[in-house]
């Protein structure tokens, strides 16, 4: 973060030295000074992080949908089901997939962010999650399996029930271009990996 924060001000720092405008693939003018090496820098930067494939797969799921989720509150107990609405959008020019949920959680009104990008650096997909019912931001990276078109991911959370860190996954399902499933997985009493939650989105 340090190094993307001082490189950050290098480069505006030289381009607002140098007041040119340019790109990294066309040479100065005669009558213009060389870019500078903050310049030069700025634009390798800017297009070594081009949005690609895997960012117009995630715009796929841009959209309005209805969704409809199952909570299983240990494996074998009867689903607990509810219903939500979700509005999904691309933003910051194409680089990162952003959805506002809402919907209710035990008949109290819930709402939600989540946030999902491909980093071209890793070569994996990573999300963040933020709502109503918490104070901390969820984090979790992954990878996409073009064999199952689903996306999985893990990350670590606080669970109340246990009063320690948990690991978790969660798995996105591409169905078609009507239909995608997410699903949550959590360990139970015994710290095996199930099944906690499925949300089934369909386009409005």
């Known amino acids: 973060m340090k190094f993307r924060a001082t490189f950050a001000v290098l480069a505006l720092a030289g381009l607002c030295a140098a007041g040119v405008t ?3 693939d066309t040479k100065p003018a005669a009558n213009q000074p060389a870019p500078s090496p903050a310049e030069k820098a700025y634009a ?3 297009q070594k992080n081009v949005p690609g494939d895997a960012h117009k797969m995630l715009a796929q799921c841009v959209g309005e ?5 199952k909570m299983w ?4 107990a009867p689903p607990q089901t509810t219903t939500g609405t979700s509005s999904v959008k691309m933003i910051l020019d194409g680089r990162y997939l952003q959805e506002q949920a809402s919907g209710n959680m035990g008949g109290i009104p819930f709402n939600g962010i989540a946030t999902t990008a491909y980093n071209v650096q890793s070569k994996k997909y990573e999300g963040t999650w933020v709502d109503n019912m ?9 990878t996409y399996d073009p064999a199952t078109k689903s996306i999985t991911m893990t ?3 606080y669970d109340p029930v246990s009063a320690k860190d948990v690991t978790t996954k969660t798995v996105t399902r591409f169905i078609d271009d009507k239909s995608h499933v997410f699903e949550w997985w959590a360990p139970d009493a015994s710290g095996k990996m199930y099944k906690s939650m ?7």
């Open 22 to 24: 340019f790109a990294a």
């Open 44 to 46: 390798d930067w800017m």
């Open 65 to 69: 949908w209805n969704t409809s989720s």
């Open 73 to 76: 509150m240990a494996p074998g």
């Open 134 to 142: 918490s104070t901390a931001i969820y984090h979790c990276d992954g």
């Open 155 to 157: 990350g670590t959370t």
């Open 198 to 204: 499925e949300i089934t989105y369909t386009r409005q």
